[in-house]
């Protein structure tokens, strides 16, 4: 079975991010970036997957310039067996992403896609569930637990009441939370290996994929900062404030 | 004029309360505002919803393939009715929104606006990234539609005092057997969900050991506060992950949150900003996260945090 795992290159979780003076966006030059972490958890998934017996092939799949590669071999390094990368330079909005995505799926013809449920700089949250309707398939969003059987899975969801479970058909699009694993380190032995492992270069045109008009942003600006409060010295203090506050 | 239809959340006959912090970020683009039910029997959540102040009419779709709310199930139907000339498709912006409305929009052909949290027209919004650090302004093509989530932390519900029109409405699309509803297993626990609770105490690597935790839980109890911990707690194995509070962990707002031994490492501040009144408990003076405490106290942990339990 063949699983298809899409990992996307954003500023590392630990940056502080900066937003440019004239509001033109965020500093993003010259700053770290990583695999979004929860592509991360994807990639895991379908490493476990296939140490399960149940999947034969992982396929990452990148969209972005040319320092995306960087994100593929860290895909490779976990132990995808080759790479898909979509060379387009830009923003790219999910909805394009989403294209094709599903378009690079039905070419592969793969059986399961995982998605990270959402990339942590436009915290969008949508490709996963856009792929899933463009390929008019089953989705199992923000998944804890992936079984698959057969030519079905079952998901367990994290949903705002409880933890949900579905019982999908495959292929299927199923996008991961943060409790479905923790991603194993990565072994300076794979990390070399994966610099030998084949990436297939291709870009919207091959894949007949025209961007259309989409969301325009017109300002970027920092949060309402908090402003500074104060020290206490004891507990008392600490509690006749929140009591003041009518906090406790 | 902008025609504005609401998809509503519902779950055992109640309404949840974030389809009317949905009608206020519709009063603010302004129009006639609609919303519609999908279910298996209707009558009790659609006279909730009918009740929303600023609701023009409340549209029902009964079928028993609505019983559960299973975007693939869904999304057809709501594709179907957006079609008859609504300019924005409104859903509430928790797991029920953000699992079924990219489903929408892509079948729509239309990017999606994630997390409106503020309006300043019919096609123009404030929406959070980088887990809040940046809000970014979004100009959207209104042709053929708007499909957005709101993110309802930054809303306030409108009041209960409407009397709508409620009209049942079959829908004519077919829909998937792909996808099958197995169960729900609700969380339970005595302490309040971490994501929805007013109040919030977590507690950071200093605590050093799983067993030590113990003395956050017992404040957090005293306090009827639900818990969390820092993404360096969890790494280390004190508690699970689903206990994270952070950029790739939780994002909260409670009123108050109070972070014992956690330093306040990026990652961690970006799930709290939002917090009404942050409390910091660190021994170590520098700790960033004493920059947006609003009540600071240095010392150790292990002394205060127990101290604090007794004299609330």
């Keep these: ?248 | 004029m902008s025609k504005i239809l609401i998809v509503g959340e519902h779950a055992e006959g109640k309404l949840n309360a974030g389809v009317g912090k949905v009608v206020a970020a519709a009063q603010g683009i302004g129009g006639d505002i609609d919303i519609v039910l999908f279910g298996d029997s209707l009558g009790e959540v659609a006279s909730q919803a009918a009740a929303l102040d600023g609701v023009a009419k409340v549209c029902t779709v009964e079928r028993a393939e609505n019983a559960k709310p299973m975007a693939a199930i869904l999304a057809p139907q709501i594709v179907e009715i957006a079609k008859a000339g609504y300019s924005h498709v409104l859903f509430p912006g928790g797991t029920f929104g953000k699992d079924l409305a990219p489903r929408v929009s892509a079948l729509l052909d239309v990017q999606q606006v994630s997390d409106i949290m503020a309006v300043h027209s019919a096609s123009s919004f404030d929406r959070p990234t980088y887990a809040g650090n940046a809000i970014v302004t979004v100009e959207v093509p209104a042709e053929p539609m708007i499909v957005a989530t709101v993110r309802l932390a930054s809303f306030t519900a409108v009041g209960t005092g409407g009397a709508a029109a409620v009209e049942a409405k079959s829908v004519d699309a077919s829909l998937p057997s792909h996808t099958r509803y197995v169960g729900l297993e609700a969380q339970r626990s005595d302490r309040p969900d971490l994501q929805s609770a007013p109040k919030v105490v977590s507690g950071g690597r200093a605590l050093g050991s799983s067993e030590n935790f113990e003395i956050i839980f017992k404040l957090a109890d005293k306090m009827g506060a639900g818990v969390g911990a820092s993404r360096a707690a969890v790494d280390s194995g004190y508690v699970p992950n689903d206990m994270q509070v952070g950029q790739t962990g939780k994002i909260i707002a409670p009123s108050l949150y109070v972070a014992c031994g956690i330093s306040g490492a990026i990652q961690h501040l970006a799930g709290i900003k939002d917090a009404g009144t942050i409390v910091a408990i660190n021994k170590d003076e520098d700790a960033p996260i004493f920059e947006v405490a609003d009540f600071g106290l240095v010392g150790d942990l292990f002394q205060i945090v127990p101290e604090l339990t007794e004299k609330l």
């Design chain 1, 1 to 248: 079975m063949k699983v298809l795992v899409s990992v996307k290159r954003v500023v590392d979780y630990n940056v502080r991010i900066q937003v440019k003076s004239d509001g033109s966006g965020v500093v993003t030059d010259g700053v770290k970036h990583s695999m979004n972490p929860f592509d991360e958890i994807a990639m895991e998934e379908a490493v476990r997957l296939r140490e399960k017996g149940v999947v034969t092939e992982i396929v990452a799949v990148t969209i972005g310039g040319q320092k995306s590669e960087e994100t593929l071999r860290t895909a490779l390094a976990f132990g995808a067996d080759r790479a898909v990368h979509v060379k387009e330079e830009g923003d790219i909005q999910p909805l394009t992403a989403a294209k094709a995505l599903a378009a690079v799926f039905k070419k592969e013809e793969g059986k399961l896609f995982l998605l990270g449920k959402q990339a942590i700089d436009d915290d969008a949250s949508q490709t996963g569930q856009m792929v899933a309707a463009l390929l008019d398939c089953p989705q199992a969003t923000f998944a804890s637990k992936v079984e698959v059987e057969g030519e079905t899975a079952k998901v367990t969801r994290e949903i705002d009441s409880g933890l949900e479970t579905l019982d999908i058909d495959l292929p299927a699009v199923v996008t991961v939370d943060l409790r479905l694993n923790e991603p194993r380190y990565l072994k300076l032995p794979d990390i070399m290996k994966a610099k030998k492992k084949p990436i297939d270069a291709m870009s919207f045109a091959d894949l007949g994929i025209t961007p259309g008009a989409g969301l325009k942003v017109t300002k970027t600006s920092p949060p309402p900062s908090r402003s500074k409060g104060v020290m206490v010295k004891t507990v008392d203090e600490l509690v006749e404030a929140l009591k003041s506050k009518g906090l406790v």
